[in-house]
């Protein structure tokens, strides 16, 4: 079953907790070399620091980006490799966690079999379909096969009530499309159109290869249903109203809505038992009963045959991975597939991440680390305390909220305190059916949360994975093993290279608690306005400023970033670099001006932040992730942030008539 996380998808670590006296002094000091002495640091910082790099780093054929933030993932999954090939090639214990992840990644790395069995593994669900004879049988097969991880019309997922966050309940997101984005479907720029008709050859060849003789007609009925979903569908920025996508309903009166759709025995079948739900876009469900009602039977068939066939082209034979490829590699500028042992890698952490996670954190982690991370956030908590305490712009009694709700935070760091497990049978011959046996495991997980209060040990990230978020809904802070690497940690660097380092990255994640989005949840992780009326409507006024410079800001010549999208990414981006000076200041490093390197530690503070967000990708890739990604690109992850913060202006003489320059007066603070 789906389950939406409120993700924030960046590139993190941790520092020890020590200072720079306390480390091993006989590690050499941090160089941060390849400085633009051409570009001034007020006119352009990210590549006054970064620019010689990029010049000169090369992305691999069957990689979209290079460098750091989500692009450490790929050594990452090197040592996921090496962990993989031992186990796989040695026997263990039925149902060890071991046996699991090795007989699985054995069983997707047996390519001469899955090829050899061809469509096989997926017929009997296209004539499941093919024999429905109503519009109720055909939703019958869909309801059916979101068990197995198979989504078409209907995205259900459970997790908190945001109204009563102490209690999991069912939710409905709209779903449906193939593109990467609703607006893809009527934008008609050069760009959008090549991905729509990559999009539509990728449909054809799926029934090509099942033996369509009208493979192409049957392509085009799919995606214009697709298209008419789409036209329904809330924009991502009108996806961030966070009350917009509360609407509760009783099973009852959302029966009685929809004719063409029995949900009480869509949720029978689904194994749901609930008297009410949340639908986060009726519109979409009011559309997808419009559609069930105006289209023919033969060609909502065809639609739901597209979406398994899509849905499991990664478990089939070569054919159908190479047609996913030759449409994704239009939007992401990847020339060349990845072997199949790269994507057998991420398979692996994606369908049993949690047992491979065990085996990562026994070889790899550090247990050291997770108690100096927390010793380091948890001084991260008390400066953000301090600056809530210092605001200006807000009241005394709204101030108390806020840090109730700081201080309510929950830090999760490295991997869970209680696994999660996995009650499946996996067999070395059968890759197609172990995938969907891990999908409907993870369903039926999901499942025996519903009606509960929330697994507050439960992560939604594996411990391997370069990233960290915050969830409002539970009001935790989560920090995986798998960021434990440089850039962003050097346990041997001066304070000033950590907390530009991974001081920004905390600072960040905590943010996030008071952004556009997380200020609307109390510290219980209910939606519920805490602030007072005035404070609320500066606080809105002073994020609005933040949209307002982010839509100014451009990529690849003339790409304007989308300020409504990213204003929570930026917000906390703002936010982190603030904090994390704030915390370097009261380190000795902090308080002195000894230079290392020529540079003084303010100085090497803010190259630290830059050097952080060092990274080359794709112009697709990049023109497709300012279309749909909340989080700005790397450059304004640094210029952004850093023309509104004063010490940076003073650490190097940032003057008036360079490009980057703020008069004090137009510098936006928030927190």
Not at 312 to 336: C, M, R, W
Not at 533 to 549: G, L, M, N, S, V
């Amino acid at each position: 079953m789906k389950k939406l996380w409120y993700l924030s998808m960046i590139a993190s670590s941790f520092i020890a907790c020590e200072q720079s006296e306390q480390k091993n002094e006989t590690h050499p000091e941090v160089v941060f070399d390849g400085i633009s002495e051409q570009i001034a640091p007020g006119d352009d910082f990210y590549n006054h620091v970064n620019k010689n790099w990029y010049d000169n780093a090369v992305i691999a054929d069957d990689q979209v980006g290079v460098g750091a933030y989500r692009f450490l993932n790929i050594p990452q999954q090197e040592l996921l490799k090496n962990i993989l090939e031992e186990v796989s090639e040695q026997s263990h214990d039925q149902g060890s966690v071991e046996q699991l992840v090795g007989d699985f990644y054995a069983s997707g790395m047996d390519t001469l079999s899955i090829d050899k069995r061809g469509i096989t593994p997926i017929q009997a669900l296209l004539e499941k379909i093919d024999g429905t004879s109503t519009t109720e049988q055909l939703m019958d097969v869909v309801a059916n096969q979101i068990k197995t991880g198979d989504y078409s019309f209907l995205a259900p997922y459970i997790s908190p009530d945001q109204k009563n966050s102490k209690l999991n309940i069912l939710h409905l997101a709209q779903t449906g499309l193939g593109l990467p984005d609703r607006n893809y479907y009527f934008n008609e720029d050069p760009s959008s159109v090549a991905i729509q008709d990559a999009y539509k050859t990728y449909l054809t060849t799926l029934f090509e290869l099942v033996g369509d003789p009208e493979a192409a007609a049957n392509a085009a009925i799919v995606y214009a249903i697709e298209k008419e979903l789409a036209d329904s569908h809330k924009t991502r920025i009108q996806r961030r109203v966070i009350k917009d996508n509360y609407n509760k309903v009783s099973v009852i009166d959302l029966d009685n809505g929809h004719n063409q759709i029995d949900w009480q025995h869509i949720f029978t079948t689904l194994g749901t038992d609930i008297d009410s739900l949340n639908v986060r876009q009726p519109a979409y469900y009011d559309k997808v009963n419009d559609v069930l009602a105006s289209t023919a039977l033969k060609d909502l068939k065809l639609y739901v045959k597209a979406k398994s066939l899509s849905n499991h082209d990664n478990i089939l034979s070569t054919p159908f991975e190479d047609a996913s490829f030759a449409y994704t590699k239009v939007i992401s500028g990847q020339s060349e597939q990845q072997s199949r042992t790269k994507r057998m890698v991420r398979n692996v952490d994606r369908q049993i991440g949690f047992a491979l996670g065990q085996l990562y954190v026994k070889r790899y982690f550090n247990e050291e680390a997770k108690e100096r991370a927390l010793d380091l956030v948890n001084n991260f908590q008390k400066s953000l305390e301090q600056r809530i305490e210092n605001l200006e712009w807000m009241s005394d009694s709204t101030k108390v909220k806020a840090k109730e709700k700081l201080f309510a935070i929950n830090k999760k760091i490295g991997y869970p305190d209680v696994w999660r497990t996995y009650d499946v049978e996996i067999n070395r011959d059968q890759f197609f059916e172990n995938v969907v046996a891990l999908r409907n495991d993870s369903y039926q997980y999901e499942l025996k949360q519903l009606n509960k209060a929330p697994n507050r040990d439960e992560w939604g990230t594996t411990p391997s994975t370069v990233t960290a978020y915050y969830n409002p809904s539970l009001n935790e802070i989560v920090f995986p093993a798998g960021i434990l690497q440089a850039p962003y940690f050097d346990l041997y660097a001066d304070d000033a290279v950590n907390y530009g380092g991974i001081g920004m990255v905390i600072g960040h994640e905590f943010t996030h608690a008071f952004d556009d989005q997380g200020a609307q949840y109390d510290k219980e992780g209910n939606v519920k306005n805490w602030w007072t009326e005035e404070d609320y409507t500066k606080f809105k006024a002073k994020t609005q400023q933040i949209i307002e410079q982010y839509d100014s800001f451009t990529v690849l010549d003339s790409v304007h970033l989308k300020g409504a999208l990213t204003v929570g990414e930026n917000t906390a981006d703002n936010g982190g670099i603030s904090i994390a000076y704030d915390a370097f200041k009261r380190t000795k490093q902090g308080q002195d001006t000894t230079r290392i390197g020529g540079f003084t530690p303010d100085q090497r503070f803010f190259l630290s932040v830059a050097r952080i967000w060092r990274v080359k990708t794709r112009d697709e890739y990049l023109r497709n992730y300012v279309a749909t990604d909340p989080h700005s690109p790397p450059i304004w992850r640094v210029n952004g942030p850093l023309m509104n913060f004063t010490p940076f202006y003073e650490a190097f003489d940032v003057k008036e008539g360079q490009k980057n320059f703020k008069t004090p007066e137009e510098r936006i603070k928030i927190w």
